[in-house]
């Protein structure tokens, strides 16, 4: 793959995935796309198991499983660990009837005014997510599926993912920002308006949901909860290559994008748990877990490179509005960070592979050099060979681009203690 990196390459980002099967079952911003972990992976058949300790939609580890390798993904999501379990899974083609079936019920069901409805989620302001009609048509929609399928079936999961994306498809929701924003409503009657068929939207995302689901992977991938600091504690096997893309330290709140899901699959039942679910991730920045911050102190243990020592002075100049609570929010990402990097090496095989999808990051004028940073934290850890690629350009800032950090992790061992030159040669994969 041959890249302009002074180009945005929209196919390297979540755009790509849109319409590609599995990969496209649900919209997030920050996944990356399936050529960039494709590429990657290209040659690398040796790497018979592959991490990502940062698993979101699950991206990384599907791949590796369409490709036949065994692909494993670390989550603390609650949602995205259900998501991606659904997604992971073999479907049968009688599943794939039933659910075709049960589906056909349901729309005709819920396109009913006397349909049972759920009661609509506790969502602040939610009259800002969706209109009357449509959140009532929701209510009635998910008390169909509830009702209709069996719990913990194969068929509601598929249900319940459908029942996602029509979520999304019929809120205010608006996409072309960084993250997400709400279009502007207007409540006010119009001639000649023409109704939308809710009804025909859910059958339409059933039907690309089901489609995805008749292509299963060559090797059922595995999502496993846990943070992502320590993976250790929660990763039994070893691992041949890392793909990865870390939480951005731009205070995009993941759990902002998420939370239309999570609150109507019973995931979040409040607005404090949105913050608790932010302040648990790395980068979180939403509610409760911004006041923390500001009281927030470093441990004091992690390691902290001279670029980001740097960063973090511009940060918190004086003449910043909320420099200080910034910089401790970045100080605190990359102490975070450290604790993932410097576990990281005992859950990989020697001469494995990794690569850290990164973004840098500006706070009022300062740049923040997110791949130096990672790149010194890396070889602080052990990790030689380290490189930093430019894959793209992120946005109309000229100064923000989006990074592969690569390294890869060498066990010492008696003999290369002895003798250094007799290392195994890194097997490099041949960059875009």
């Known amino acids: 793959m041959k890249l302009d990196n002074g180009k945005q390459n929209a196919h390297l980002t979540f755009k790509h995935n849109q319409h590609n099967g599995r990969h496209g079952w649900l919209r997030l911003t920050p996944a990356y796309s399936v050529p960039l972990v494709s590429k990657i992976l290209e040659g690398h058949t040796y790497a018979a198991t592959v991490l990502d300790p ?254 980001l020592k740097k960063s973090l002075i511009g940060i918190s100049d004086s003449k910043n509005d909320n420099g200080r609570l910034l910089a401790n929010y970045v100080a605190k990402y990359f102490e975070d960070m450290w604790h993932h990097i410097s576990d990281i090496g005992t859950v990989l095989n020697q001469d494995s592979e990794v690569h850290y999808i990164v973004g840098n990051s500006t706070f009022y004028s300062t740049l923040l050099p997110v791949e130096d940073i990672f790149k010194s934290m890396l070889q602080e850890s052990g990790f030689n060979n380290v490189e930093i690629v430019k894959l793209r350009k992120r946005n109309s800032k000229k100064e923000l681009f989006e990074f592969d950090v690569t390294g890869n992790k060498q066990q010492p061992t008696m003999q290369s203690t002895v003798c250094e030159t007799r290392r195994t040669p890194r097997r490099r994969v041949p960059h875009r």
């Open 54 to 307: 940062f698993s979101g939609t699950g991206t990384t580890a599907l791949c590796a499983s369409y490709m036949g390798l065994r692909g494993t993904g670390l989550e603390i999501n609650p949602f995205l660990v259900w998501f991606s379990s659904v997604k992971f899974r073999q479907f049968s083609p009688a599943t794939i009837e039933k659910t075709t079936s049960l589906g056909a019920i349901i729309s005709v069901a819920s396109s009913s005014d006397s349909a049972p409805a759920v009661d609509p989620p506790p969502i602040h302001n939610i009259e800002r997510w969706w209109n009357v009609g449509e959140l009532n048509y929701l209510c009635r929609l998910k008390a169909c599926i509830i009702e209709t399928s069996d719990k913990a079936s194969d068929e509601r999961d598929l249900l319940l993912v459908a029942f996602c994306r029509v979520v999304i498809t019929l809120s205010n929701a608006a996409f072309n920002h960084q993250s997400m924003s709400f279009k502007d409503v207007d409540t006010a009657p119009r001639l000649f308006e023409i109704e939308r068929d809710n009804a025909d939207i859910f059958r339409r995302e059933l039907s690309i949901v089901l489609n995805g689901a008749a292509d299963n992977p060559r090797i059922p991938p595995s999502v496993v909860t846990g943070d992502a600091r320590q993976p250790s504690r929660f990763l039994d096997g070893k691992y041949d290559m890392l793909i990865t893309s870390p939480p951005y330290p731009n205070r995009m709140s993941y759990i902002r994008e998420l939370r239309p899901y999570m609150y109507w699959l019973g995931f979040l039942t409040n607005g404090r748990d949105a913050g608790e679910f932010d302040w648990q991730a790395i980068g979180g920045t939403w509610g409760v877990a911004t006041s923390r911050l500001a009281e927030w102190e470093p441990s004091g243990k992690a390691f902290t490179p001279t670029s």
